[in-house]
């Protein structure tokens, strides 16, 4: 059974991120796969401290709610990692958790152990913006990317939004929602 793991970055409760994020889970379930989204918002993740514990056993010595995700990186098969566009980038919960990979990135390629798993790992950023520049995820496409990257998942693309500002406008967005529940599909079949 294909697992996916949808972080939800986005602070605002029934925002443009979580609504896309529904209709990618509908599209995930509508073939089979199975689904957990983790709200950001709430958890309590501090940043990175730059102590280098990690670079000793891979594990990152501050005890919060990111042990927790730790493990549901390593068990999942899909990742997709949802933020809006704040300042060109991701969110701070989404940098904070991203940031804490740090960790991860220790296991890797400090002490190189790679997780082994049946499926291929893959992992995806999803992303709305108030405006439409060209240029306007190029930020959050790379965090996300390396982000990924020291989770040990391989970089399957970005699913974005330009235009949407007001909560929930998104909704107005009909061809949007239908790409979306075929992200969710695309992201489990791929
Ligand atoms: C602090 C903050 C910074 C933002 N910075 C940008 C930005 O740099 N570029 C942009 O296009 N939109 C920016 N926005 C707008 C959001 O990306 C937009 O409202 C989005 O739809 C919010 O998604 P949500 O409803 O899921 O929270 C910003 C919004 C906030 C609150």
């Not at 379930?29 to 501090?46: K, S, Y």
């Not at 390396?146 to 500002?165: C, K, P, T």
Request: proline fraction near 2%; charged fraction near 30%; charge should be neutral.
């Amino acid at each position: 059974m294909m697992k996916t793991l949808l972080i939800l970055g986005s602070p605002r409760k029934k925002g443009n991120t979580e609504i896309l994020v529904g209709y990618v889970q509908k599209g995930i379930e509508a073939v089979g796969g199975t689904t957990e989204v983790i709200r950001l918002e709430g958890l309590d993740i501090h940043p990175c401290i730059g102590c280098g514990g990690c670079e000793k056993e891979g594990r990152c010595v501050i005890q919060d709610d990111m042990q927790q995700m730790y493990e549901k990186i390593d068990s999942a098969d899909r990742i997709i990692i949802a933020s809006p566009i704040y300042f060109y980038s991701v969110t701070a919960q989404t940098k904070a958790f991203i940031d804490r990979c740090q960790a991860l990135w220790s296991r890797k390629y400090i002490l190189k152990q790679h997780l082994q798993s049946e499926n291929r790992k893959i992992g995806y950023l999803l992303s709305v913006s108030a405006t439409k520049g060209e240029r306007v995820f190029e930020s959050a496409i790379l965090t996300v990317r390396y982000g990924l990257d020291a989770m040990d998942y391989e970089y399957g693309g970005e699913f974005v939004v330009r235009g949407a500002d007001m909560k929930g406008s998104i909704t107005e967005f009909k061809d949007e929602l239908d790409r979306a529940f075929q992200f969710g599909r695309k992201v489990t079949e791929d």
